[in-house]
């Protein structure tokens, strides 16, 4: 009978000792897992489809793209988010004399202040933005939000695409570009 018991107990200290060494396996392979996982979540702000690769991909804002480049600014809309960009059209730039335009984009350090005034935190749609007044951008200063007759207009540019989606919030296509106060 104590051969049977002892018999017994290795049989328990065989299953306890394979019972710890899964267990120290299963931590081993969990603590490898977790690593991966916190290394693939350190980039959680990079987005496939994020404003700066909508942007690009949308023909009407190739010069707000331009604009993004010339000031080292792309990574302003590649953000976490969520963020609402109101990016000037083609025709927007266009609008502005050549000498301002040029000037503009010839001198990144205010390039990337104007650009970021064309930038808020939080994702605000178009509906969102008829009952703003007004909303702090990137670059410090309040835009000015309005709304004429269904017509969202932004520190005197008018919406002429809203709601274009993007992984990290909302782009808004404007008319123009526009001007921080202390930019002009």
Excluded at 122 to 145: C, F, N, P, V, W
């Amino acid at each position: 009978m104590q051969f049977y018991s002892w018999s017994q107990r290795s049989k328990t200290s065989v299953a306890l000792s394979a019972a710890l060494l899964l267990g120290i396996g299963l931590v081993g392979t969990t603590t490898e897992a977790s690593a991966r996982t916190k290394h693939r979540h350190r980039h959680h702000h990079h987005y496939s489809h994020d404003a700066a690769s909508v942007a690009m991909k949308t023909p009407d804002c190739s010069t707000t793209v331009t604009a993004l480049k010339k000031a080292n600014a792309v990574g302003m809309l590649r953000i976490h988010g969520p963020i609402t960009v109101f990016a000037p059209s083609n025709a927007g730039w266009a609008r502005m004399t050549k000498e301002n335009r040029e000037g503009l984009m010839n001198d990144p350090k205010r390039l990337k202040d104007v650009l970021k005034y064309h930038v808020v935190k939080g994702k605000y749609s178009a509906a969102d933005l008829a009952d703003r007044r007004s909303l702090k951008t990137l670059q410090g200063e309040d835009l000015m939000i309005d709304n004429k007759s269904g017509t969202v207009v932004v520190d005197g540019c008018i919406v002429t695409t809203a709601d274009v989606p993007c992984d990290n919030g909302v782009i808004h296509i404007i008319d123009a570009v526009a001007i921080p106060e202390r930019g002009k």
